[in-house]
T-cell receptor, first 110, second 117 residues
Framework: EDKVVQSPLSLVVHEGDTVTLNCSYEVTNFRSLLWYKQEKKAPTFLFML????IEKKSGRLSSILDKKELFSILNITATQTGDSAIYLCAPRGNNNDMRFGAGTRLTVKP | DTGVSQDPRHKITKRGQNVTFRCDPISEHNRLYWYRQTLGQGPEFLTY????????KSRLLSDRFSAERPKGSFSTLEIQRTEQGDSAMYLCASSLGLGATTNEKLFFGSGTQLSVL
């Protein structure tokens, strides 16, 4: 059965810290992995990764995929209070759904 | 606002009642998804439409759950004879639908929070 494990489940840091969020997965016929940020209600898209070793960046956020070891990481540098959210990863296989992990709840204190 | 919109934002109902939620996707999006999210968990896939065709419904939680998208635009999710265990956030998402589903990003609505008393 497909599995997605995110770690840590929660993390508290101070502004300016760098954080690394982990997502390991077992998905049949893996196609892509997506990262979302969920602040209050609607998850908002961050990255889609399809190839190993190619880092995607957006400002202070970056993400990379390792298809051999079956994991992805999401890095956030120089964290700000506005980064406080739940970060969800969702690997996709060869079917029509996305299986989300339970998420990492990040709290950034001023 | 041209994003995915869901109505109502909150619904409180008594056990045994039927409830219906509405989702209006981004206008040019062909694909529409329903997810359920409970506290401390990621969204859980329920069902998926390509235009008006419901292409995946085996993950609907029970036969009390049904979804429609009659004209390929908005969609409704109905839960009959609600139970306390149905209390959750029900999220709708849409995507463009031009190629394989597996390489698309989904745009989510803000959800309907259901509380069953």
């Amino acid at each position: 059965e497909d599995k997605v494990v995110q770690s840590p489940l929660s993390l508290v840091v101070h502004e300016g810290d760098t954080v690394t969020l982990n997502c390991s997965y077992e998905v049949t016929n893996f196609r892509s992995l997506l990262w979302y940020k969920q602040e209050k209600k609607a998850p908002t898209f961050l990255f889609m990764l399809t190839s190993s070793g190619i880092e995607k960046k957006s400002g202070r956020l970056s993400s990379i995929l390792d298809k051999k070891e079956l994991f992805s990481i999401l890095n956030i540098t120089a964290t700000q209070t506005g980064d406080s959210a739940i970060y969800l990863c969702a690997p996709r296989g060869n079917n029509n759904d996305m299986r989300f992990g339970a998420g990492t709840r990040l709290t950034v204190k001023p | 606002d041209t994003g995915v919109s869901q109505d109502p934002r909150h619904k409180i109902t008594k056990r045994g009642q039927n409830v219906t939620f509405r989702c209006d996707p981004i206008s040019e999006h062909n694909r529409l998804y329903w997810y359920r999210q409970t506290l401390g968990q990621g969204p859980e896939f329920l069902t998926y439409f390509q235009n008006e065709a419901q292409l995946e419904k085996s993950r609907l939680l029970s036969d009390r759950f049904s979804a429609e998208r009659p004209k390929g635009s908005f969609s409704t999710l109905e839960i009959q004879r609600t139970e306390q265990g149905d209390s959750a956030m029900y999220l709708c998402a849409s995507s463009l639908g031009l190629g394989a589903t597996t390489n698309e990003k989904l745009f989510f609505g803000s959800g309907t929070q259901l509380s069953v008393l």
